[in-house]
């Protein structure tokens, strides 16, 4: 085969692999940190959470908990989460994580362009979104991408067992969160698997 052949063939694996990723708007930004609100969603009859603060680094991401009650590490791709409080680390390993990003990571994503909408001062394209996980059902969700944050979905709806649930991200930096933001203690216990769980 020639130089050129193979030259030719290697642009075109790369270009496929550059749209395959382009297919997943949760995949445009690897590295970020927001305040994420969430509404619509009920725990148990309680109130939805209010606002919390995230952070994304590669496979991982770091939710504090609201009223400084501690703060958890998901590794996205290991499906691992590690709860801090009052100086205590459960581990809990989860099939599927209630976190978009998550339900997203190596999923296959059919988008349905539906408009336009500004979100928070950010001109957005707004899509339908069909994600299906390597091992798991179909979910349906919509999504406002920013036009001025690389396409970062700063809000989305998604149907849950407790109906509509929005959430909307805030305050975005793209830039690198802080390492030390992914650590946790050493001796994080396992937690035991509760009833009804998949795992």
């Not at 770091?62 to 703060?71: D, V």
């Not at 059902?137 to 407790?162: R, T």
Request: glycine residues 10%; hydrophobic residues 35%; charged residues 20%.
């Amino acid at each position: 085969m020639c130089v050129y052949c193979k030259f030719g063939w290697g642009l075109i694996i790369l270009g496929l692999a550059l749209v395959a990723q382009a297919q997943n708007p949760f995949e445009t930004a690897k590295q970020f940190s927001a305040t994420v609100v969430m509404s619509g969603m009920s725990t148990r009859g309680g109130p939805a959470p209010g606002e919390m603060k995230i952070y994304r680094s590669g496979d991982k991401m770091r939710t504090n908990l609201a009223a400084g009650g501690g703060y958890m590490v998901m590794e996205l791709r290991e499906r691992t989460n590690f709860m801090v409080m009052n100086g205590m680390c459960m581990q809990m390993n989860v099939d599927r994580q209630p976190n978009p990003f998550s339900e997203a990571e190596g999923a296959t994503v059919q988008r349905t362009p539906v408009g336009a909408d500004t979100v928070d001062g950010h001109a957005c394209k707004v899509e339908n979104l069909t994600i299906t996980p390597r091992d798991g059902q179909p979910k349906k969700m919509k999504a406002w991408e920013a036009e001025d944050l690389n396409g970062f979905p700063v809000k989305i709806e998604m149907e849950s067992s407790h109906g509509l649930i929005t959430i909307q991200y805030k305050d975005i930096s793209l830039q690198q969160p802080d390492p030390s933001l992914f650590t946790h203690p050493d001796n994080c216990r396992q937690m035991p698997v509760m009833p009804g769980s998949s795992r």
